[in-house]
């Protein structure tokens, strides 16, 4: 079965940095793209980030580019999400989903996701 | 980036009746490999989002078959065929074909009448 188990969020002062990590099972992580998506309160939802199987490849939505640093350890089935010089408006659910799979036959862009961590940023 | 725009942004059902959502874009959604990355999702109160439907009319394993999915181009629409009280939650449009980023459409608030 499928799992991805969002960790890292809380309360952060404006400014301040936060690390958000994501553990997979269930799937060979090491073959799939992965995506970070928010939802902030009362907003839809918003794509952050996502990382190719190997870590070649990062892209980033532009509001996040030069403050967030999305990275994964394939060793450990993890995905994390580094969130520097936090804004206000980054407060939301952040949730990391499956995005497709390198040579895979199957379409499974955000097929699986996480239940969230919650980040708040404020004084 | 490609712009999503959804309507309505509410739609009250009664239960046991139709709804409709249509997404529209802002530049065609074909890929050159010939697929229309176009992807609706639900999100129930308290839950994370869930996929129904891939490239426009592909439903996912274990959503109900009263869910369908259609369209082409710059034009697509989300159908319940009869609405039931699991349906209430906020659905989604996101194209994948024109990325970085993916864009969302801003969500059609589902609820009961």
């Known amino acids: 079965e499928v799992q991805l188990v969002e960790s890292g969020g809380g309360l952060v002062q404006p400014g301040g940095s936060l690390r958000l990590s994501c553990a997979a099972s269930?799937?060979?992580?090491?073959?799939?793209?992965m995506t970070w998506v928010r939802r902030a309160p009362g907003k839809g939802l918003e794509w952050v980030a996502i990382?190719?199987?190997?870590?070649?490849?990062?892209y980033y939505v532009d509001s996040v580019k030069g403050r967030f640093t999305i990275s994964r350890d394939n060793a450990k089935n993890s995905l994390f999400l580094q969130m520097n010089s936090l804004r206000a408006e980054d407060t939301a659910v952040y949730y990391c989903?499956?995005?497709?799979?390198?040579?895979?036959?199957?379409?499974?862009?955000?097929?699986?996701w996480g239940q969230g961590t919650l980040v708040t940023v404020s004084s | 980036d490609v712009v999503m725009t959804q309507s309505p942004l509410s739609l009250p059902v009664t239960l046991g009746q139709p709804a409709s959502i249509s997404c529209r874009s802002s530049?065609?959604?074909?890929?050159?490999?010939?697929?229309?990355?176009l992807t609706w999702f639900q999100q129930r109160p308290g839950q994370s989002p869930r996929r129904l439907i891939y490239?426009?009319?592909n439903r996912d394993s274990g959503v109900p078959d009263r869910f369908s999915g259609s369209g082409s181009g710059t034009d697509f629409t989300l159908k319940i065929s009869r609405v039931e009280a699991e349906d209430v939650g906020v659905y989604y449009c996101?194209?994948?074909?024109?990325?970085?980023?993916?864009?969302f459409g801003q969500g059609t608030k589902l609820e009961i009448k």
């Open positions: 990382i190719k199987p190997d870590g070649s490849e990062k």
């Open positions: 530049q065609s959604l074909v890929y050159s490999d010939g697929n229309t990355y």
């Open positions: 996101m194209q994948a074909t024109h990325w970085p980023p993916y864009t």
């Open positions: 269930g799937f060979t992580f090491n073959n799939y793209w």
């Open positions: 989903a499956r995005d497709w799979e390198l040579g895979g036959y199957r379409y499974t862009r955000l097929d699986y």
């Open positions: 490239k426009v009319s």
